[in-house]
């Protein structure tokens, strides 16, 4: 799967965001998605995963109520839906995949074979 994440942006305290990743190859309905984070000098952080029917989320407890991860698989698009921001949120954002109808959610990057090119976020105070 190839990914193409976008929405990303500058916003004050509070504020809210979009973040989309379109898929461009098949079998997106097949895969396991998921958002990463990363600051310079830090690892990449789990954010939030979807399960490939939509039945299943879980997110990183700091962006609990806040965040939503949710999927269009007739639109091959994963959206991240970013309120209340805060200036810790500030960080690239990437969109990951694998191909997994099992159900289980993967929290490690190492698990995801598939990355897209990142889409920076900067929350200021």
């Known amino acids: 799967v190839q990914l193409q994440a976008s929405g990303g942006g500058s916003v004050q305290a509070g504020g809210s965001l979009r973040l989309s990743c379109a898929a461009s190859?098949?079998?997106?309905?097949?895969?396991?998605m998921a958002w990463f984070r990363q600051t310079p000098g830090k690892e990449r952080e789990f954010v939030a995963t979807?399960?490939?029917?939509?039945?299943?989320?879980d997110y990183t407890k700091s962006v609990k109520g806040r965040l939503t991860i949710s999927r269009d698989n007739a639109k091959n698009t994963m959206y991240l839906q970013m309120n209340s921001l805060k200036p810790e949120d500030t960080a690239v954002y990437y969109c990951?995949?694998?191909?997994?109808?099992?159900?289980?959610?993967?929290?490690?990057?190492?698990?995801?074979?598939?990355w897209g090119q990142g889409t920076l976020v900067t929350v200021s105070s």
């Open positions: 190859r098949r079998p997106f309905s097949s895969a396991l």
């Open positions: 979807i399960s490939f029917g939509s039945g299943r989320t």
């Open positions: 990951v995949a694998r191909i997994s109808v099992s159900g289980t959610l993967y929290y490690n990057p190492s698990a995801y074979v598939d």
